[in-house]
């Protein structure tokens, strides 16, 4: 999360007429290069809050230990890869081919994790 942050700050520096020009490679405030930044800044922010939710309540879920360890490691690669591939996309758009493994993984986690849930209430 605090990597998310700080993407802001850096963002921030040339939102606005800022003290800093855009960089080039990001285009205007609607390119998509930009947007593919700005998502990848909050994918930081918002993925790391996911993750710490997750981790609270993955004692609680009702799933083997393997599934627990599955769903842990599938969403801290889509936390740490997401908005890096976000990024990256927003640098190169052949990095966006990239993208689905990371986005899949966050899925994995969340939908083991409503498994479990699920789970946990009918007990």
Do not use: Q
Request: hydrophobic share 55%.
């Amino acid at each position: 999360m605090a990597v998310g942050v700080g993407t802001g700050l850096v963002m921030g520096m040339w939102s606005f007429d800022g003290p800093m020009p855009v960089p080039e490679w990001l285009g205007a405030y609607d390119a998509v290069s930009r947007r593919l930044v700005r998502l990848g800044h909050i994918a930081f922010l918002g993925l790391g809050s996911l993750d710490v939710l997750l981790a609270r309540e993955l004692p609680r879920l009702t799933i083997s230990p393997a599934m627990k360890r599955l769903c842990s490691r599938a969403m801290i690669f889509g936390n740490v890869f997401l908005p890096l591939v976000l990024v990256g996309a927003g640098a190169s758009h052949a990095v966006k081919y990239a993208l689905p493994l990371p986005a899949t993984a966050v899925f994995v986690a969340l939908v083991l994790a409503a498994w479990g849930a699920w789970n946990a209430a009918d007990d």
